[in-house]
């Protein structure tokens, strides 16, 4: 699935992307750090992975978008 980043706290390695609808979506350090990334920016296009439904909803990858 693909998305936006919209925040991210290098101190704490966790932040938020939106979803192409515009639904945000919170991400841990887990998530971050599974990805390989050192860095994010707010408005990268990422390729999130993703489990669970509506409130349990919960990403377990961020990577950069790569074509």
Do not use: H
């Not at 994010?40 to 489990?51: C, D, F, N, W």
């Amino acid at each position: 699935m693909q998305a936006t980043a919209y925040t991210y706290d290098s101190e704490t390695r966790s932040g938020s992307v939106l979803l192409d609808d515009g639904t945000p979506v919170t991400f841990d350090p887990p998530a971050f750090d599974a990805g390989g990334l050192r860095l994010l920016r707010p408005g990268q296009r990422v390729r999130i992975e993703v489990e669970g439904e509506g409130e349990q909803r919960r990403i377990t990858l961020v990577t950069l978008q790569t074509f």
